[in-house]
């Protein structure tokens, strides 16, 4: 998507805004997809270890 493109689908932000998020984002891209590698194993850990309770409170069903 281009800032141009983002602008439009964002009308609240100007074209400098989307070129900065831009700029950062590709100085330290690095770390970005590190922080979001973290988040969803620790998002895997809370599921693993907190079940839905409606899932287990469904009847076994073979329908």
């Keep these: 998507m281009t800032p141009d493109e983002i602008v439009w689908h964002i009308p609240t932000i100007t074209l400098a805004d989307a070129y900065a998020a831009l700029a950062y ?18 998002e895997k850990e809370v599921r693993r270890n907190n079940p839905s309770p409606q899932a287990s409170d469904r009847p076994n069903s073979t329908c």
Excluded at 26 to 42: F, K, N, T, V
């Design 25 to 42: 984002y590709h100085d330290h891209i690095a770390e970005i997809q590190q922080e979001m590698r973290d988040e969803a194993e620790l």
